[in-house]
């Protein structure tokens, strides 16, 4: 595994969690990325603090509740019930085959409990450079994601909010991430996007993997460990409003089940976790 000291390089919500078109599948490329010219760390978390521990609330807001949008099988719990630190400067979100509080959810009593994070009402950004370090879970019916969402999705509501898929998983596609845009009629399994699969059948869940896109007017890029795997313009979208020239929030979940994963079969094994290293956004530094 990387030394901690790598790993801490600084270098250059609302349940609505759509479906994600799975576009092409892509294999590393030249590697890329990387913001150019001084930048300017807005926003970081590297999850330090004692082992159990929540996450640092001046950060995140902890969702609660079960998502009946994509049909997930989960109940999102509060606290640190299911996102804490370990104490090695990871945030860990656990998803259980459990139902300790009786929760409901949209079938019924809830089989499943895991954790939905976001930093809305904390930290929004227009552009940057939008980056996470993650380990992702493994199995039939795993989701996890990060992803932004417009701010204003509490006046417009979504899709016109618009949403970016900076990395999502699902258990059946081991090897292969997807990154995707959802906007207005372009949404849900219509979403614009593409995904990046690792070489030799590799399995994202053996390790961690660097997660990022660079967001500019009119231009969005996705990449994986600096690989970059496509980019996103307003001539995509067929004459279609483009909705990313304003402020989003930031959102860490692992779902399970729901309408694109399927549910979790014989072969799912619980716990499974999502392990954060990090999460960091930076712009351009205007004061060089």
């Known amino acids: 595994m990387t030394s901690r000291s790598k790993r801490r390089r600084r270098t250059p919500a609302v349940l609505l969690l759509a479906a994600v078109c799975a576009g ?27 082992a159990g521990s929540a996450v640092d609330g001046g950060k995140w807001l902890i969702e609660t509740g079960d998502n009946v949008n994509n049909h997930e099988r989960q109940y999102y719990t509060p606290g640190n019930a299911n996102a804490a630190l370990d104490g090695e400067g990871n945030l860990v979100i656990t998803a259980r085959k459990e139902n300790p509080g009786d929760y409901q959810c949209w079938y019924g009593r809830c089989e499943y409990t895991s954790a939905r994070l ?33 701010d204003d999705i509490g006046q417009v509501g979504w899709p016109a909010s618009g949403e970016i898929d900076v990395m999502e998983n699902v258990g059946f596609e081991p090897n292969t991430v997807h990154g995707t845009i959802h906007g207005p009629d372009y949404s849900g399994s219509g979403g614009i996007g593409a995904g990046y ?5 590799e399995a994202f869940a053996d390790g961690f993997h660097t997660f990022a896109v660079d967001w500019s007017p009119n231009e969005i890029t996705w990449s994986v460990d600096g690989n970059v795997y496509q980019t996103r313009t307003p001539a995509d979208l067929g004459g279609k409003q483009w909705v990313f020239d304003k402020p989003f929030f930031l959102i860490l979940n692992l779902a399970v089940g729901g309408y694109w994963p399927g549910d979790p079969d014989g072969s799912t094994t619980f716990p499974q976790q999502l392990v954060v290293d990090y999460v960091r956004v930076t712009t351009p530094d205007a004061a060089q």
């Open 197 to 201: 699969s690792l070489p030799g059948g």
């Open 118 to 150: 976001n930093t809305s009402g904390r930290f929004t950004t227009t552009y940057g450079h939008v980056e996470a370090r993650m380990k992702v879970p493994r199995g039939q019916g795993m989701w996890p994601a990060f992803w932004m969402l417009g």
């Open 24 to 50: 092409l599948s892509w294999t590393p490329g030249s590697a890329g990325a990387a913001p150019d010219g001084p930048q300017a760390v807005t926003f970081e978390d590297n999850f330090d603090g004692p």
